[in-house]
């Protein structure tokens, strides 16, 4: 039963996510959330607390970045969950051509429904060379 609870809640944040509410996402973080990008790119992190990964989840939208949720998995128990998302994240320009796409894995856990720490690990190549198209596009 927790994880079909568990299960609606990674839902509705991955929907509030899609939607661009980057306050109903954090809604569903702990205030001392750990969120890690790893890379050498402009999108590499390893933040702590909500007010730290606000500004990465709002870049992420302004700049147009789209996720789609392929699996979801959720094991453990409400004190220590596990999340695990198979995604692909893409970017389309002004003619709607996918001129950016990745897939990737987001691991993580989560403590009373509250997510506590998420790590993306996608091709950082691709992100590198997102990096560059953004700056040639004027879109960082």
């Known amino acids: 039963m927790y994880r079909l609870l ?14 661009g509410d ?3 996402v954090l809604r569903t973080y702990a205030r001392d959330v750990h ?12 933040l702590r607390g909500r ?8 870049r992420f939208h302004e700049v147009g970045l789209q996720l789609d949720v392929d699996e979801i998995v959720i094991g453990g128990w409400p004190w220590r969950t596990v999340i695990v998302l198979h995604f692909t994240d893409h ?14 894995v987001i691991y993580g856990h989560a403590r009373w429904g509250m997510i506590t720490y998420y790590t993306v690990y996608e091709d950082t190549q691709r992100v ?7 700056m040639g596009a004027g879109r960082t």
């Open 6 to 19: 568990a299960r609606a809640l990674v839902r509705r944040a991955i929907r509030s996510h899609q939607a």
């Open 51 to 58: 007010q730290a990964v606000e500004p990465w989840l709002r």
């Open 91 to 104: 970017l389309r320009d002004a003619d709607g051509r996918i001129v950016y796409e990745n897939t990737g």
């Open 22 to 24: 980057v306050r109903g």
């Open 35 to 46: 969120f890690v990008f790893p890379g050498r790119s402009s999108w590499s992190a390893d």
């Open 128 to 134: 590198a060379e997102l990096d560059t198209y953004l």
